[in-house]
């Protein structure tokens, strides 16, 4: 069973970072491409945000570049997405899954919260 947690989330003031964390389980994690992708409120779709391949190659969202770095540790199967400079346009759920996605994958998620 295939199981995706993330955690790091919480309330910043514009301007501020977070780093946010993802455990993988089930997965043969060295051998998946990963990516974080997020749920703004009123939406329903979720957003591409950050992506690193099996090779750390690394592409992101436009609203991202420059604020934002993604990283893997294949030892502890966890994929890492620091993001800088936050805006309360990037109020949402964040939630880590493979690349391309499977929708049997999400997990919870976490929230965060970016006001002044």
């Known amino acids: 069973q295939v199981q995706l947690v993330e955690s790091g989330g919480g309330s910043v003031q514009p301007g501020g970072s977070l780093r946010f964390s993802c455990t993988a389980s089930g997965i043969v994690f060295a051998l998946n491409d990963m990516a974080w992708y997020r749920r703004v409120p009123g939406k329903q779709q979720r957003e591409f945000v950050a992506?690193?391949?099996?090779?750390?190659?690394?592409d992101y969202a436009d609203f991202l570049k420059g604020r934002g770095t993604i990283s893997r540790d294949n030892a502890k199967n966890m994929v890492y997405l620091q993001m800088d400079k936050l805006e309360p346009e990037d109020t949402a759920v964040y939630f880590c899954?493979?690349?391309?996605?499977?929708?049997?994958?999400w997990g919870k998620g976490t929230l965060v919260t970016v006001s002044s």
């Open positions: 899954n493979t690349y391309p996605l499977r929708v049997e994958y």
């Open positions: 992506h690193i391949s099996k090779d750390y190659m690394v």
